[in-house]
């Protein structure tokens, strides 16, 4: 799969989807027991049982900030454990790059009746919640590693590259509560240059962590945030506004408009004026726009629902 595999003739629109998630389950329907359900035991794991209720947050929500890949089975296909177990044993190996949704297919008609399933198992991925199909049936492990690679290069690609908690979550000890107990100490410098007015300085410091752990979604927001704010700070509002609305308005031009609108708390405004000039933009200004525009979305964060439904129109304008 690559990243063209998101285009609006390969994914599905999940709205009605989650509409139907959102509804009690259905009574019955036996999960699938055993350590390769729940993760390990003991510990935390990345691998979470779905249902018809929990799928929304769980699954299409969750793809804001990271990969999630659901396993589609059922109990009565014994044949596929063994690809189960290769999923979650990947899952594991891969620590959070993605998280791995289990749903039963018999437990979930609503579900299995709004994406057309076929066969069973099957598997999906979710990204910045659009679907896309892998594959069907049972496959050898090293196909499973190559989907699961795919996957994550079309997450990066697409500006999707948070980690998935552990279910259950991680053990408390001294790291939680010093957590709690005040401000991250890795952005000490960031968080300094920041309330001196330093922007840039604040910005170099956050690119020296995501150097450190390019994964650092805290570390990317605050880049992407430094980065508008030093973008912005240097604007004349009115002569931005009449330059973006000439009929020869360069990429330039509608960058610092879209710039000065999200500062001015005009979220919406900003990345519909971006994606307009994906629309008619081509070659290196496109892409021009469309980095831009994913660094917006870092700058508001993955989980507000206007950057939900503006990826949603992005991939309906790239592809």
């Known amino acids: 799969m690559s990243t063209s595999s998101f285009s609006r003739h390969g994914a599905v629109d999940l709205s009605q989807l989650a509409q139907k998630a959102k509804q009690p389950p259905p009574a019955g329907g036996p999960g699938r027991s055993g350590p390769a359900a729940g993760g390990a035991a003991g ?3 990345y691998v979470v049982q779905l249902t018809e209720e929990t799928f929304e947050a769980t699954a299409i929500r969750a793809s804001m900030k ?14 596929g454990q063994q ?14 790059k993605f998280l791995l949704g289990r749903l039963n297919v018999d437990a979930a008609p609503g579900i299995v009746q709004a994406l057309q399933l076929q066969a069973v198992p099957t598997v999906i991925a979710l990204i910045g919640g659009q679907l896309a199909p892998l594959f069907q049936g049972v496959v050898p492990r090293d196909q499973v590693v190559a989907a699961v690679e795919s996957v994550l290069k079309a997450a990066v690609s697409n500006g999707i590259v948070g980690r998935a908690d552990p279910v259950g979550g991680a053990p408390a000890g001294p790291d939680a509560e010093a957590e709690e107990a005040g401000p991250d100490p890795r952005f000490a410098a960031a968080d300094a240059a920041l309330e001196q007015g330093d922007f840039a300085g604040a910005e170099a410091e956050f690119d020296l962590l995501l150097q450190a752990d390019p994964a650092d979604a805290e570390a990317k927001a605050g880049k992407a945030q430094a980065g ?45 004026r971006l994606i307009g000039q994906i629309k008619v933009r081509t070659g290196s200004e496109r892409d021009e726009v469309r980095v831009r525009l994913l660094a917006l979305f870092d700058t508001v964060g993955n989980a507000d629902p206007r950057v939900l439904k503006a990826r949603r129109a992005l991939m309906t304008a790239l592809f």
């Open 43 to 45: 510990g935390g794991s």
């Open 66 to 79: 990271h990969p999630v890949i659901v396993e589609f089975y059922s109990p009565r296909v014994a044949t």
């Open 83 to 96: 690809l189960s177990d290769d999923l979650a044993a990947v899952a594991q190996e891969n620590a959070g």
């Open 228 to 272: 508008l704010l030093a973008r912005a700070s240097a604007l004349d509002p009115q002569a931005v506004l009449t330059a973006a609305a000439a009929p020869d308005a360069t990429v330039a031009d509608q960058l610092a408009a879209a710039d000065l609108e999200l500062a001015t708390g005009r979220v919406d405004e900003a990345f519909d």
